[in-house]
Each structure stands twice: as structure tokens, then as C-alpha cells.
């Protein structure tokens, strides 16, 4: 069976995992993201079967898959070729306990007979060291343990234990259940934990999706998009990875492919918008409390780090994973750790701007948190004009990327309004002087008047799709015609029918092949802001229909199909769906 990207998503602020549409977990690292991917069937194990965890359905035939309303639970049925169907729910125990909330590394599973005389195989085949050694196991009575490394994974089961460890085929006559997490005893009647649990972590989804300030149209896509970029938070540090997965190429058979388990700066900020024009502002508090942790005394900040705070992520490749469908190489770490992006320092401030002016925060943001944010706009003052690699992360070039200097403003910017909101009138003084001269020097370095737009860096005559968020970010409005004209020319030679690439002058490993999801949606609400609101919806609908059967988004998208490619899920492609949402929707007055 050949791999594609119609997998389901659960977790719960501790790890992930990923599950197919027959509902084999195929991919999740253990203990966190970061850690390793004990499952790993997505990439293509090389000298030992599994890697996963299956319901095996004996003569196979179909299956319907969807999440269970407003929650991170995941609803699969396959059905046989003679009438038997079975259930399969898998969520990660999610719910307020003792003041906190309880998250344990678990991936929890009932299985249920509906129709016929099912017979089903349930397979756990954990893989150590990146797919490299079967771990060494042991069982009793009502479990397994597997040792993996730095984590003993234990599954208590009321499945005959002989069932599991020699993969015996048998009837289901009635509903079973799996719980996979750390090596602690389960003191009660695992059937009774199951559905207690199953019931709690549903109240708790159901609860904060309700608190969510949805637009009118396409809530069912903003909901699951929320949920999913709540997912990709990492609660012990506050950390946001990127996506998921490593190494999932952009392309076929490109060598463009990367680990994205990692906490971007950027990506996170993106992330932490979003999510606050929902009014989900917990995480920006959680983000923030990680970027104090990260924060230097100079202001300076890599691009990226690890979700414990780890500044170096070498990079290497993997050789006991042959990959993606077989494209490899498998990636570990990411050397975009080492370059300089100095768009971070906007990325950061604006992230951290509604924290000083939402008041329904316990705490919102004072004059100190104030002071630990001006080092980074000292930063930005300081490498605004500084050659870098930018937002798309080139590794063989260095440019004054034109979105860079505009994010270098934004820093300038907000910290001018964040202290004439707190009264401090010099500080607001010396911000605002600062903004207005990096905006000029933007404006007269980054515009082409021959070519009627605003190139890409200070250096070049290319587009690329980041100057479709010059408004988004306030540097420029919506009607001033230079935007517009850059709109228009970007829709030119970016667009290829409903979707755009991020730029298309080769890089260092040639031209672009696919769509990069984001950046479509930047020209679905660029179109929108400049007033060509009915062309912005008809896309905006095109491209959710290209979402998988779950809702869910990738990195990149084919131009001619639209299969799913890149890391998954990727956090960028989901902020951009519920940005441009919001900016489409009707009013809900419109409904009332």
C-alpha cells in the first residue's frame, strides 16, 4: 500500500501521532516530539517490519474515517468483504485534573464490533533508533513493555497478551481496548479508564472549542485548524513546532526535504496571531514564557530552537529509514540553526503585542515585560539593512530580503505603541523615530517603479510571495497603489491556476516544484484586502477542497492534482486557512 498524506492527527500538548485512513498509528516520537519515532512506518523502515500500530481486518475492503465533532479524537471503520465492520477510536487523554491539566505520553484505543463476525490482528511493533533495532520487550499478565530509548512504552490491554505478542488472528465479539503510555500500572478496570477517559478528554475539546471566537462561514475548517495548531503546541516549554514530521519531501524525489520538530520563531508567531484573533490567547502566554526562557541579554535570537530550549540542532541523515515512499534522505536536526534571519525580531514583538493590550489577560503585559522585549527591537534597528537568508531559508545566498527589513519595522512599530500605552512617552518617541526610518529606507530600496512592484530584497528584481504580507503587518494599506500593483504582478507570475508558488527564480537546489500552501492563502487575502472579495472566495473554496478527507493541510501542494506534500501537519497552512476565513466570512450580524 502506497503512503500519501490522508492521515488523521491526535495528541495533547505532550506528543503527536499520526494515523492512516485503515487506522495504523504510523508515525509519533516518543516522549515529545523531538524524541524517537518509536513509530515510524511513515518513512520507511529498512531492515525490520513494523513501525506502527494496526487493527488488522481480515479480508479488508473499505473504510470511513472522521474526527468525533469539535475534539482531537479520531473515528475509523473498516469494513470486510462479508458485512463485518469494526470501530476504532484513538485519541490522547486530554482534561483539567487538580489544577492543572493532566496530558500523559498516551495513546489510548478502543475497539468495537458493529456488524458481521469482524476478525481482526492488532499489531504493536514499536522500532528503536530511527527504525534501526526491534527494542527489547517483555510482557505479564495484561501487558507489554517495550524499552525504548529514553522511554519505556507499556501497553495494558484486556486482549489476550498472546494475541498481541505473536500477532494471532481472532474474532471480535465484543469491544476491547489498548492503552499505550509510560510504564505505570493501571489500578482499575481498563474498560472503566477507557471510557472515562474518552468521555473527559471529549468535555475538554468540546469546552475550549466553544470559547472560540469562529467567523460565521467555514467553521468546520477553522475549528479543525485550531485544534490542530493547539496540537502542535508543545506544553512543558510553550514551545510551537512547525509540523509533525521530518523529511517529507516538497516534491517527488526532491532533495528538498527537512525535520520541522522544532520550534521556528516565525512559524510560532504566525501561530500565536492566529490563534489570538480566535481568542485563544493561552498559548501566545505559553509561547512568550518560552521565549523568555530563550531570550539573551543582547536581544539576539537564532531562527529556531528545540522544543527544551536547545540552541544547536545538527543536522544529519538517518540511513536505517529510507524515507517517504522511499525518498530519501531522512533528516534529523536542521542546520537553519546556524543562519541569520533577521525577520525573527517582528515575528517575536508582534506576537507578543496583545499581551499589553487585551484586557481580559490576568496578566497583561507592564512596563518590565516591556524592557525584556526592546533588546529585540534594538536588534531589528541594528541588521534591518543586514543581508540574511530570510523567511524561505536559503542556504546559498544572503540578501536584504525586502519582507525582512518590513518585519524589523513592525518590531520598531509595536514597541512605539506598546509604550505610548503604557505612558512612556521618550521610549515611544525614540521607537517611532526608528520605525519611520526603516519604513523610508524599505520604500526606496524595495520599490521598482520600471516594473511597477516591489521586488523580493533590496539587491533583486524578483517577487517572491512574503510582499503579499506588507498589509497584513501594516507596513503598507490595503489601497495604496503600490500594494495593489504588487498584488497584481505577484498573481502574474506566482499564480499557477489556484495556487502560487512562493517564488520561482531558482535557489540552491533549483526551481521550486509544488505550491506552498501558505502563501496561496496570503494571495486569497491580499485579493480580499484589495477589494476582489468574490474572485478571494471562489479560491478560498477551490483550495479547501483540497484539504485531506480529514480537514487537515501539508506543507506544499501538487499544481496539477493537488496531492499533499511537505511536513504534516504543517502550523503555517492552517494559519493561513483561519486568517483568510476571517477576513472572508460574513458578518455574524449577517445571521442574526
Not at 492521515?7 to 524517537?36: E, H
Not at 471503520?77 to 496530558?103: S, T
Request: aromatic share 10%; proline share 5%; with cysteine.
Amino acid at each position: 500500500m502506497q503512503q500519501t498524506l490522508d492521515l488523521g492527527v491526535i495528541g495533547n500538548g505532550s506528543f503527536g501521532a499520526l494515523i492512516d485512513r485503515q487506522a495504523r498509528v504510523v508515525w509519533s516520537c516518543l516522549p515529545a516530539f523531538d524524541g524517537d519515532p518509536a513509530f515510524c512506518a511513515l518513512l520507511s523502515p529498512g531492515d525490520h517490519d513494523g513501525g506502527d500500530l494496526a487493527i488488522e481486518l481480515e479480508d479488508f475492503a473499505r473504510s470511513e474515517q472522521h474526527y468525533v465533532t469539535n475534539t482531537a479524537i479520531l473515528r475509523t471503520v473498516l469494513h470486510d468483504r462479508h458485512g463485518g465492520a469494526v470501530e476504532i477510536v484513538d485519541f490522547a487523554p486530554r482534561w483539567k485534573q487538580n489544577g492543572r491539566i493532566y496530558r500523559p505520553v498516551s495513546i489510548v484505543r478502543r475497539v468495537t464490533p458493529l456488524a458481521g463476525t469482524p476478525r481482526i490482528r492488532v499489531r504493536a511493533r514499536p522500532l528503536a533508533d530511527w527504525g534501526a533495532r526491534l527494542p527489547d520487550a517483555t510482557w505479564g499478565s495484561n501487558h507489554m513493555r517495550w524499552l525504548l530509548p529514553g522511554f519505556t512504552l507499556r501497553l495494558t490491554t484486556d486482549v489476550p497478551i498472546r494475541f498481541v505478542r505473536e500477532g494471532t488472528p481472532f474474532v471480535l465479539g465484543e469491544t476491547v481496548h489498548l492503552v499505550f503510555g509510560p510504564d505505570e500500572s493501571l489500578l482499575r478496570s481498563i474498560g472503566g479508564y477507557v471510557e472515562e477517559a474518552l468521555g473527559r478528554t471529549e468535555a475538554y475539546w468540546r469546552e475550549w472549542v466553544r470559547y472560540l471566537s469562529v467567523p460565521l462561514d467555514w467553521q468546520e475548517a477553522v475549528i479543525r485548524s485550531a485544534i490542530t495548531l493547539k496540537l502542535c503546541q508543545y506544553e512543558d516549554s510553550g514551545a510551537i513546532i512547525a509540523a509533525m514530521t521530518t523529511s517529507i519531501p516538497e516534491a517527488p524525489d526532491t532533495p528538498r526535504n527537512w525535520d520541522y520538530r522544532y520550534c521556528w520563531l516565525r512559524d510560532a508567531a504566525f501561530v500565536v496571531r492566529a490563534l489570538n484573533r480566535l481568542g485563544a490567547t493561552k498559548s501566545m502566554e505559553e509561547f512568550l514564557r518560552y521565549i523568555f526562557n530563550i531570550a539573551t541579554h543582547d536581544g539576539s535570537l537564532q531562527p529556531l530552537y528545540g522544543i527544551d530550549f536547545a540552541e544547536q540542532l545538527e543536522e544529519t541523515e538517518v540511513p536505517s529509514l529510507r524515507g517517504y515512499r522511499g525518498m530519501g534522505p531522512v533528516r534529523r536536526g536542521n542546520l537553519a540553526w546556524v543562519q541569520k534571519q533577521h525577520d525573527v525580531y517582528g515575528s517575536v514583538v508582534l506576537a507578543s503585542t496583545q499581551l499589553f493590550f487585551d484586557q481580559r489577560l490576568s496578566q497583561p503585559g507592564d512596563a518590565a515585560a516591556f524592557g525584556r522585549l526592546e533588546p529585540l527591537g534594538e536588534r531589528a534597528w541594528a541588521l534591518h539593512d543586514q543581508p540574511d537568508a530570510g523567511l524561505w531559508e536559503f542556504r546559498g545566498r544572503a540578501e536584504v530580503h525586502t519582507y525582512t527589513a518590513a518585519m524589523c519595522w513592525a518590531a520598531c512599530d509595536r514597541l512605539a505603541k506598546i509604550a505610548r500605552l503604557l505612558a512612556l512617552d521618550d521610549r515611544a518617541a525614540y521607537w517611532r523615530t526608528r520605525a519611520d526610518a526603516i519604513h523610508a529606507t524599505t520604500v526606496e530600496r524595495a520599490w521598482r517603479p520600471e516594473a511597477n512592484h516591489f521586488s523580493a530584497s533590496f539587491d533583486s528584481d524578483y517577487l517572491d510571495a512574503s510582499l503579499l504580507l506588507l498589509t497584513d503587518i501594516g507596513f503598507l494599506s490595503a489601497d495604496d497603489p503600490r500594494y495593489v500593483a504588487t498584488v497584481d504582478a505577484i498573481g502574474r507570475d506566482l499564480r499557477r491556476g489556484d495556487a502560487l508558488f512562493r517564488y520561482v527564480a531558482p535557489d540552491d537546489f533549483g526551481a521550486p516544484e509544488t505550491s506552498f500552501t501558505i502563501c496561496t492563502f496570503w494571495y486569497i487575502d491580499a485579493l480580499a484586502a484589495t477589494g476582489r472579495g468574490d474572485e478571494a472566495r471562489a479560491m478560498f473554496e477551490r483550495l479547501l477542497a483540497r484539504r485531506n478527507h480529514l480537514g487537515l493541510l501539508s506543507e506544499d501542494l501538487a499544481f496539477d492534482g493537488g496531492e499533499a506534500w511537505g511536513n504534516f501537519p504543517q502550523t503555517y497552512s492552517h494559519v493561513g486557512l483561519i486568517i483568510a476565513a476571517m477576513r472572508l466570512s460574513r458578518s455574524w450580524m449577517e445571521a442574526s
